[in-house]
């Protein structure tokens, strides 16, 4: 499906989530001419594209023809208090925001914005950048159904997208699929590391770590069934994969460091919030 917008899309940031996204959109068919990205310094693989498609990035934007039909945030968390205010006097209340700033609350965005503008917090991952993220999104009061459409449609150029009423759950999301790739990434260095104090060459050991985390990974993502399911599939009663699982099952295995490790990164995600 193309995607559409009746209006302009302005984009905040073009590093690697906002680069994910704006290949997205174009891929879907987004018209550049509808595009204004605002970014001082444009890393080469955001310049390539940008040259690619003609489109123009600004260092700012002090006015446009008329105000844009919505406002992506795809800044650093730390700069979004600088970036806003200035992009805010742009918008008016047929504008919608849409924020990927991780730990950036709808409350902290609102205070830049006019009153009664609708804003969409959201916590993309990093598989966007192959369109195969998960993005949790929360609306606050003034975001319109149309408004909440584009915005589920412009994530969703990126992967799946859930929604959510609850913008407290963005922590414990950021802590699970937001950090999520990182814990998966760090599955296959030890696992490696495994192999190789099991004998094998390091080259040989990474290989096997690496694709078969991919595989499973993908067959998950093919697959109908659940993951406990798929698990016992390739359990034999007594067999190699169940005698490794007894470790991993084990009372202070893998399910309680998994655990303490996601209420870590959601302690710490409330800490960071603002």
């Known amino acids: 499906m ?29 018209d550049p001419a509808r595009v204004i990205v605002q970014d001082p310094a444009p890393p080469p693989r955001a310049k390539a594209l940008l040259a690619r498609h ?29 970036v806003v205010p200035p992009l805010a006097r742009l918008a008016d209340s047929n504008s919608v925001v849409l924020s990927i700033a991780a730990g950036r609350t709808i409350a902290g965005i609102e205070r830049h914005l006019a009153a009664g503008i609708g804003v969409v917090r959201s916590m993309p991952n990093t ?18 159904p149309a408004q909440r459409a584009l915005c589920d449609a412009l994530l969703r150029a990126v992967g799946e997208v859930a929604w959510t009423e609850q913008e407290g759950f963005l922590d414990a999301v950021t802590a699970v699929s937001g950090s999520g790739p990182a814990y998966v990434f760090f599955l ?10 099991a004998g094998l060459e390091p080259k040989l050991a990474s290989e096997l770590a690496r694709a078969t985390v991919a595989g499973a ?11 406990d399911v ?9 067999g190699t994969t ?20 996601v209420e870590a990164a959601t302690k710490r995600s409330r800490e960071l919030a603002s």
Do not use: F
């Not at 598989?127 to 975001?143: D, Q």
């Not at 296959?188 to 104090?197: T, Y």
């Not at 005698?243 to 893998?254: I, P, Q, T």
């Open 2 to 30: 193309t995607l559409h917008i009746n209006g302009a899309l302005v984009l905040a940031g073009v590093g690697n989530m906002g680069l994910a996204l704006l290949s997205g959109w174009l891929e879907r068919g987004l």
């Open 54 to 82: 003609a489109i123009v990035a600004h260092a700012s934007l002090a006015s446009l023809p008329e105000p844009p039909a919505v406002l992506v945030l795809a800044v650093k968390p730390q700069i979004v208090d600088e």
């Open 127 to 144: 598989p966007a950048s192959i369109g195969r993220g998960i993005t949790v999104a929360v609306a606050n009061a003034h975001v319109r």
């Open 188 to 197: 296959v260095e030890c696992l490696a590391d495994a192999g190789v104090r």
């Open 217 to 227: 990974g993908e067959l998950l993502y093919r697959s109908q069934l659940g993951a």
């Open 230 to 238: 798929l698990r016992q599939s390739v359990t034999s009663p007594n």
């Open 242 to 261: 169940h005698a490794a699982l007894r470790v991993l099952m084990a009372e202070n295995g893998l399910a309680k460091l998994m655990r303490e490790a």
